[in-house]
């Protein structure tokens, strides 16, 4: 099972990215495919997630700004971050859920900075 997150880079504040994450050698479609975001010294916090329904749900501090999708045709969900916010800066990481079965990508770093 591979996860493959990119898209990060540098950014100035108010600008947008989108980030990619392929799925590959699972059954993609039955996962919850999240995005959870990583700042040194804190805890890996959950920005997105996309059930696998196409329910959706964000956290507070994005709601708004951020966009979680999914091709299935593609087998890769994306989030799409607009209005960027220092704060934002982060590692950014993927994550596939499915009961017992948790898969993480190797995170992309977003940074936000003029």
């Known amino acids: 099972v591979q996860l493959q997150a990119s898209g990060g880079g540098l950014v100035q504040p108010g600008g947008s990215l989108r980030l990619s994450c392929a799925a590959s050698r699972i059954a993609w479609s039955f996962y919850t495919m999240s995005w959870y975001r990583q700042v040194p010294g804190k805890q890996r916090d959950l920005v997105a997630h996309?059930?696998?329904?196409?329910?959706?749900n964000y956290s507070d501090s994005v709601k708004g700004r951020f966009t979680i999708s999914r091709d299935g045709a593609k087998n890769t969900v994306y989030l799409q971050m607009n209005s960027l916010k220092p704060e934002d800066t982060a590692v950014y990481y993927c994550?596939?859920?499915?009961?017992?079965?948790?898969?993480w990508g190797q995170g992309t770093q977003v940074t936000v900075s003029s």
């Open positions: 996309i059930f696998s329904g196409g329910t959706t």
């Open positions: 994550r596939a859920l499915l009961g017992s079965f948790e898969y």
